[in-house]
């Protein structure tokens, strides 16, 4: 089998933490110019934008030249170009920095911030974020972290070695533990392991449990409870690496995880800037041995979760009056988390 020769090193640098976007053109086509497929091609990006762009020499090639809007089609040809932002509320919560390395970084991620650039969130991910505080552009991540769970998260430092660390993951030899508040069910007989069958769904907000071969896996123990909350404190040991395994599995046990905007039901959606009630799911420990180096790793997360360390300021959230314009503004101290930090 002949491997594919890989694109050649974008002409353009980062711009806020963010890549240039990389097109190719197809082989086949209808298209004389590259401003006619582009023009087709970015349809969605609005009357008029393609042409401004290229006015304004946006486009490169691999040369990193503006390229014509009436060059000739070249079939495979490499285009770039850098595309709008969209503004972003700006998540006002530390990233710690746990370990680092010639080869990895590990950091304590807080809530409400995405891992990696994706929908309405690109500038304002931990990726982007660490890229341009640590000025290392080739940071990649080796996994993701849902934006609203807070914790653990490992990125590489070389994209030629960002694949050993993903298959460390990919084949489940990372182990992770995870602490979340949840109601307190005293009924509930703990310490058990949780197995069913999750589908999630393209475009569909939460994932389902369906009938049929268990695909997820999860060790469910207790670490704490206050009966006088009603609350307890738990462990979660996921076999398994499912979308939204952990919320949908302690759910399903009548114990949905507090702040999970999603299970049992899914809520209205919050404003942007909406920094209260955070999700109280926290990726606590993270262990691997480290494929490059043969080092063992075992990091811990140094925060802890408002509704359980201060249940009256997390609860509070429910009235955004109640913290008056601190809340209002994701003042990090309004959240009950360590140090002042979410």
Known sequence: MRRRTPPPPSPLPQRDGIDAVR????????????????????????????EGMFDAGAFVGADGRPVAGDAPYEPGMFVWFHR???AEVPVPFPLEI?????????????????????????????????????????????HRLDRLTAGLVLFTVRPAERGAYQRLFADRRVGKEYEAVAPYDPSLALPRTVRSRILKERGVLAAREVDGE???????????????????????VPGTGQTHQLRVHMSALGVPILGDPLYPEVAAPVPAGDFRRPLQLLARELAFTDPVTGREHRFRSGRSLG???????????????????????GDPAAHGDRDGRQ
């Open 307 to 329: 509704a359980w360390t201060a249940y009256e300021d997390w609860a509070a959230y429910g009235d955004p009056a109640a913290h008056g314009d601190r809340a209002a503004h």
């Open 23 to 50: 097109v190719r053109l197809p082989v086949d086509g209808p298209w004389s110019t590259v401003r006619e497929h582009l023009v087709e091609r970015l349809s969605g990006a609005g009357a008029g934008v393609v």
């Open 98 to 142: 746990v370990y680092r390395d010639e080869h990895v970084v590990v950091v304590d991620k807080p809530h409400f911030l995405a891992t990696t650039p994706r929908g309405g969130h690109v500038t304002q991910t931990a990726l982007a974020r660490l890229r341009r505080e640590l000025g290392v552009p080739e940071l990649g991540a080796a």
């Open 214 to 236: 268990p695909n997820a896996v999860t060790r469910v123990e207790l670490l704490g409870r206050r009966p006088e909350r009603g609350l307890a404190r738990y462990r979660l």
């Open 84 to 86: 709008e932002l969209p």
